[in-house]
């Protein structure tokens, strides 16, 4: 990033939610039983620099699962989210936590859990249409004609 986080910047008030409405979470959970479809790791922000980079580091039972890092281009001060979206199969049970920094620096971290076996992947063989050689027609040339003899007198 270009730009030198301000070293005031917080991020507090962490919330998981599987959706948001008008970016406010739904529910306010610590605990998700399987299907989960994805997860928003809600929360306040204040004294953001534009352009400073903001992480968070996303853990299933301690190992590093997912990561979000990027330059931040909202404002100073609000509300918003870092997002997990794996395949539904891949939402392991286990304790969770986000991890968020401002530049090199920890600011906050969030805790929640997965209970119970995610959906199995199924194999769902699906049509493919598959194109049939068919009989082409190749004009042939046409017979020659003879000359007609001439007479020469």
Do not use: C
């Amino acid at each position: 990033s270009s730009a030198t986080p301000q070293a005031s910047a917080t991020i507090r008030n962490i919330r998981f939610a599987e959706a948001l409405d008008e970016g406010f979470p739904i529910g306010d959970h610590s605990e998700f039983p399987n299907p989960v479809a994805r997860m928003h790791a809600t929360f306040f922000y204040s004294h953001m620099t534009y352009g400073a980079q903001f992480i968070a580091l996303w853990f299933r039972n301690g190992e590093l699962v997912y990561y979000d890092s990027r330059p931040w281009k909202l404002g100073g001060r609000g509300l918003t989210h870092s997002l997990w979206e794996p395949a539904y199969h891949e939402w392991h049970p286990g304790e969770y936590e986000v991890q968020f920094y401002v530049g090199t620096t920890w600011k906050a971290t969030g805790r929640f859990t997965v209970t119970g076996d995610p959906p199995t992947p199924t194999f769902t063989p699906t049509s493919t249409v598959t194109r049939t050689p068919s009989l082409t027609w190749t004009p042939s040339p046409l017979p020659s004609e003879t000359p007609i003899p001439t007479s020469t007198k």
